[in-house]
């Protein structure tokens, strides 16, 4: 959404912070951040609910490391043929909407209607916001901002107890998760897994 340019707070860390506030006023909840990236607690729920073994936990870096031994291993647990697919894609990263008057005035008018298609399918509200998303996205950077190491730091303050449940839950280190420095994008991450 910050990207898109659909997040009407510039700042990542100041709309993180607003995340309580959002839930309070009826934002839905994609717009949750901090509560959609606690995946301790939503596995250690979700292992109440079903087996362990009916669930399968994929890394992000494991699919960019190793693409094919990782496809391999979802079709083994799925109990499909491996070796089906010959190469893959690139990530689905969108170009970087700058904020200005045109994101601000687009992206009002397409959060005032995502909030309006409560009251019909989301079919509806999907298909039509695409030409407002599309003019949205127009003149986009490709190069996406990251993080400063001390925004970072100030969002894992929120993360570090559920990383620990993760880890727990899991039984494996997620330690790289505690780092101030990002990992890069899907692009650079491929690169260095080349190199």
């Known amino acids: 959404l910050w990207v898109d340019g ?17 839930v309070a006023a009826g934002w ?5 951040y901090r509560r ?20 399968f936990v994929l890394r992000y870096w494991q699919l960019v490391s190793h693409p094919d031994e990782t496809l ?4 083994r647990f799925l109990g499909i043929a491996e070796d ?5 894609p690139p990530d689905n990263a969108r170009p970087f909407v700058e904020p200005g008057v045109r994101t601000s005035v687009l992206g009002r008018v ?7 298609a409560r009251y019909a399918p989301p079919q509806v509200w999907r298909q039509a916001s695409k030409p407002l998303v599309r003019l949205l996205q127009q003149g986009g950077h490709s190069q996406r901002p990251k993080l400063a190491p ?8 929120d993360c570090l107890d559920d990383i620990a449940l993760l880890e727990r839950t899991l039984g494996e280190s997620f330690d790289d998760w505690r780092s101030a420095a990002g990992r890069g994008s899907f692009a650079e ?6 190199s």
């Open 36 to 55: 959609l990236g606690r995946y301790g607690e939503q596995l250690a729920d979700l292992f109440g609910l079903v087996e362990r073994e009916r669930v």
């Open 110 to 116: 397409i959060r005032g209607g995502a909030a309006a």
């Open 6 to 22: 659909l997040e009407p707070i510039p700042d990542f860390v100041d709309a993180w912070h607003a995340e309580d506030s959002r």
């Open 72 to 75: 391999n291993r979802v079709a």
């Open 150 to 157: 001390d925004q970072r730091t100030a969002l894992l303050g």
């Open 28 to 32: 839905a909840p994609f717009w949750h």
């Open 84 to 88: 089906q697919i010959a190469t893959i």
């Open 189 to 194: 991450r491929t690169r260095t897994a080349q």
